[in-house]
């Protein structure tokens, strides 16, 4: 039961940090663009 609950722990920590990254790459990109990130969406890049 413990390696089960581990198993899971680990995988959700591994999800959220790729999340995590990922919004990262995209504001940087967003902001090297010159757009405006508003969390989710990169407004006027590349304009």
Known sequence: ???LL???FVLV???YLGF???????RAEC???GGDW??????G???
């Open 45 to 47: 890049a590349g304009q």
């Open 31 to 33: 902001s090297n663009a």
């Open 1 to 3: 039961m413990f390696r």
């Open 13 to 15: 920590i591994g999800i």
């Open 20 to 26: 995590q990254g990922n919004l990262m790459l995209m």
């Open 38 to 43: 508003s969390g989710t969406v990169c407004f």
């Open 6 to 8: 581990k198993f899971l």
